[in-house]
C-alpha cells in the first residue's frame, strides 16, 4: 500500500509505519490488495482544516480528520490496476490536543484519525448506531493488530 504524504508535515518513521500496516489491513478487510492501492495523507493546521470543513461541509469549526473519497460506494472501483481511494486530511493540533485528552500517545492518536479515514474511504460510516457501533469494533480491531489498543 502506498501512502501519499505532503513534504512539509510529513510524520515520523513510526507514525509512518504503523499507518502502513494498519492501511493493509483496512484494504484486505475490503477484500482489496494492498499493492494496488494508494492514499494521499495530509497534515493541517487547525485553521486550515476549519476553512476545509467549512468548504466541503458547512461546518464552521476545527474538526480532527477529514475524508474525501475518490468512489462513492466500493461497487464503484475498477476491477484492476492502481487504485487511489481516496485523500485523508488531519488536523496535527487536533490530534495532539484529543491525545492529550485521552491519555493516548500521539502516534496512538494519529494512527487512529487514519484508521477513521481509512474506513471512510471504503465506505463505512457511524450516521446510525449501528453502523457507529460496527466502525468503532473496525477501529479498534486494527489499532489492536498494530500494537496500538487503548490498553
Same mark, same amino acid.
Given at each position: 500500500?502506498?501512502?501519499?504524504?505532503? /513534504?512539509?508535515?510529513?510524520?515520523?518513521?513510526?507514525?509512518?509505519?504503523?499507518?502502513?500496516?494498519?492501511?493493509?489491513?483496512?484494504?484486505?478487510?475490503? @477484500?482489496?490488495?494492498? @499493492?494496488?492501492?494508494?492514499?494521499?495523507?495530509?497534515?493541517?493546521?487547525? /485553521?486550515?482544516?476549519?476553512?476545509?470543513?467549512?468548504?466541503?461541509?458547512?461546518?464552521?469549526?476545527?474538526? *480532527?480528520?477529514?475524508?474525501?473519497?475518490?468512489?462513492?460506494?466500493?461497487?464503484?472501483?475498477?476491477?484492476?490496476?492502481?487504485?487511489?481511494? @481516496?485523500?485523508?486530511?488531519?488536523?496535527?493540533?487536533?490530534? #495532539?490536543?484529543?491525545?492529550? *485528552?485521552?491519555?493516548?500517545?500521539?502516534?496512538? /492518536?494519529?494512527?487512529?484519525?487514519?484508521?477513521?479515514?481509512?474506513?471512510?474511504? #471504503?465506505?463505512? *460510516?457511524?450516521?446510525?448506531?449501528?453502523?457507529?457501533?460496527?466502525?468503532?469494533?473496525?477501529?479498534?480491531?486494527?489499532?489492536?493488530?498494530? @500494537?496500538?489498543?487503548?490498553?
Amino acid at each position: 500500500m502506498e501512502l501519499l504524504f505532503s /513534504e512539509e508535515r510529513r510524520p515520523g518513521p513510526s507514525i509512518i509505519n504503523h499507518m502502513e500496516q494498519a492501511g493493509k489491513i483496512c484494504v484486505r478487510e475490503a @477484500g482489496l490488495d494492498p @499493492g494496488q492501492v494508494s492514499v494521499s495523507i495530509t497534515f493541517v493546521s487547525s /485553521e486550515e482544516i476549519r476553512e476545509l470543513n467549512l468548504l466541503y461541509r458547512k461546518i464552521d469549526a476545527v474538526t *480532527d480528520v477529514l475524508s474525501f473519497p475518490q468512489y462513492a460506494q466500493l461497487a464503484d472501483l475498477p476491477s484492476s490496476g492502481p487504485l487511489c481511494l @481516496g485523500d485523508v486530511v488531519i488536523c496535527t493540533e487536533q490530534a #495532539l490536543l484529543q491525545a492529550d *485528552d485521552y491519555g493516548h500517545s500521539p502516534e496512538r /492518536e494519529l494512527t487512529y484519525l487514519f484508521v477513521h479515514s481509512m474506513l471512510h474511504l #471504503l465506505g463505512h *460510516d457511524h450516521m446510525t448506531d449501528d453502523s457507529r457501533s460496527t466502525m468503532r469494533r473496525a477501529e479498534e480491531a486494527i489499532m489492536e493488530q498494530v @500494537g496500538l489498543s487503548r490498553d
